[in-house]
């Protein structure tokens, strides 16, 4: 997978390259998918919800750059797997759920494989987490209609927020950086993520 899927895809930060070969993917995939776990595709995780593609999972993390002491939030846990990656670069990760039922369970994986530098929420992501805020940064996992501002408000100086922009059928990944006065906004890649629900976001179907 690190070679074939990432490496030769371009991904060069190191220690995102040891955390992806080092984190057990399979553990945060349901038993039916296992066989396909470290295959190059998002797969189901149960809600119609999915955890990314490995690729997807690195590009994002690589593009926070995190050093090791930084706070981050992540907006849409599903299987937990996203902020296993997170909390080995990271000193500690918030991560946001509105499915009660995926928080659960990815609260119970991460504890039975000892990542505990973790708090998992149930709530609407879209609105960030302003009691723990500021953040180095936030990496949200749903694609959002526009950028929410609350999130760019959440933000240190120079912190980063990495998001899917755009709707069902044309998405792309931005990195923001928040600057003294402005946010630099830099397109990464086009992408496919389930959408973000909430208030800050699309409006339940
Ligand atoms: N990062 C995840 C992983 O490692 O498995 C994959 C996330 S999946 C592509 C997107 C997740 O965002 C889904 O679990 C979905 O329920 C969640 N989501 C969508 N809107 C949300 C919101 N407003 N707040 C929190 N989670 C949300």
Redesign the pocket.
């Known amino acids: 997978m690190v070679q074939y899927q990432l490496v030769n895809r371009g991904i060069q930060d190191e220690r995102v390259l040891k955390v992806m070969a080092d984190v057990a993917r399979h553990m ?1 995939v349901p038993q039916l998918y296992r066989h396909a776990a470290y295959d190059d595709c ?1 797969l189901p ?1 149960g ?1 119609g ?4 593609q490995p690729y997807m ?1 690195a590009i994002m993390t690589q593009c926070l750059e995190l050093k090791g002491k930084e706070t981050v939030l ?10 296993a990656i997170l909390s080995r670069l990271a000193s500690r990760v918030y991560t ?4 009660e039922t ?1 928080a659960s369970r990815a609260k119970t994986i991460l504890k039975q494989t000892g990542y505990d530098n973790i708090e998992v929420i149930v ?4 609105l960030g987490l302003p009691d723990k805020s500021p953040f180095h940064g936030i990496i949200v ?2 694609c959002a209609p526009r950028v929410p501002v609350c999130l760019l408000d959440q933000l240190k100086t120079g912190g980063r927020l990495i998001i899917p922009i755009g709707n069902p059928y044309n998405q792309v990944l931005h990195r923001m950086v928040k600057l003294e006065k402005g946010v630099e906004d830099r397109d990464i890649l086009e992408c496919a ?6 208030e800050e ?1 699309w409006k339940p179907g």
Do not use: C, K
Not at 74 to 83: D, F, H, M, R, V
Not at 96 to 99: G, P
Not at 193 to 198: N, S, W
């Open positions: 945060f998002p995780i809600e919800q999915t955890i990314s999972v992540e907006i849409g846990t599903g299987s937990g797997y996203q902020a946001i759920e509105r499915h995926l709530g609407d992501g879209s996992t749903a993520f389930v959408p973000l629900i909430g976001g």
